[in-house]
């Protein structure tokens, strides 16, 4: 099974400011054939299910405003949220949907400072 | 509009067993991968399984946690997936959700949308 590191655990930013939430998995979720990687990062506020804002590690979804952003350098990925707002005060996870099980990592809580 | 809704969710004695619906609106549901994913309260997020769709044979996966327990199906006629759970145990307690995975243009699956979600308490 693929392991999803993701750190930290929970970070305080002030408004607008950047945050930045990593996610490591234990194996590449790099698909030769489509030359994408598999992760997806999802944003949850309480009592909701999640959102996802990033697929293919990168590719923001309709909808998503362009201070979130992902990215990644060899197997570490990250989500960046450039200017932070109060509506953005949620829980991030990763997701990795290379392969079975597909796994998450154990969530970044993001408050305000 | 993209809609998932599930259902079937109640209070359920351990060794119990429960049928949980996800019916699907507003896509072509024969072609998504249906998945489902369960979240205890305060926890993190625990993939449960998957049903691919009929081009793909309607393969299913399931986590480790719950193989042999818990069986995915799909009844493409009714826009529904479901999940049958046996062998219930208190660990089991979660809000379940059910989740789409469509298919590129290349044949390649992307997760997007979620269900609200459906409490399952496993109690005596």
């Known amino acids: 099974d693929i392991v999803m590191t993701q750190s930290p655990d929970s970070l305080a930013v002030s408004l607008g400011e950047r945050a930045t939430i990593n996610c490591k998995p234990s194996?590449?979720?790099?698909?030769?054939?489509?030359?994408?990687?598999?992760l997806a990062w999802y944003q949850q506020k309480p009592g909701q299910p999640p959102k996802l804002v990033i697929h293919?590690?990168?590719t923001r979804e309709s909808g998503v405003p362009d201070r979130f952003s992902g990215s990644w350098s060899g197997t570490d990925f990250t989500l960046t949220i450039s200017s932070l707002q109060a509506e953005d005060v949620a829980v991030y996870y990763c997701q990795q949907y290379y392969s079975s099980p597909l796994t998450f990592g154990g969530g970044t809580k993001v408050e305000i400072k | 509009e993209v809609q998932l809704v599930e259902s079937g969710g109640g209070l359920v004695q351990p060794g119990g067993s429960l049928k949980l619906s996800c019916t699907a609106s507003?896509?072509?549901?024969?072609?998504?991968?249906m998945h489902w994913v369960r979240q205890a309260s305060g926890k993190g997020l625990e993939w449960i399984g998957r049903i691919k769709n009929k081009p793909n044979s309607y393969a299913t996966a399931y986590a480790a946690s719950v193989e042999g327990r818990f069986t995915i199906s799909r009844d493409d006629s009714k826009n529904t997936a479901y999940l049958q759970m046996k062998s219930l145990k208190t660990e089991d307690t979660a809000v379940y959700y059910c989740?789409?995975?469509?298919?590129?243009?290349?044949?390649?699956?992307?997760?997007?949308?979620w269900g609200q979600g459906t409490l399952v308490t496993v109690s005596s």
């Open positions: 194996q590449s979720v790099l698909n030769s054939s489509n030359n994408k990687n598999h």
């Open positions: 293919w590690a990168s």
């Open positions: 507003g896509f072509t549901f024969s072609g998504s991968a």
């Open positions: 989740t789409r995975h469509y298919y590129d243009s290349s044949g390649y699956p992307i997760p997007d949308y």
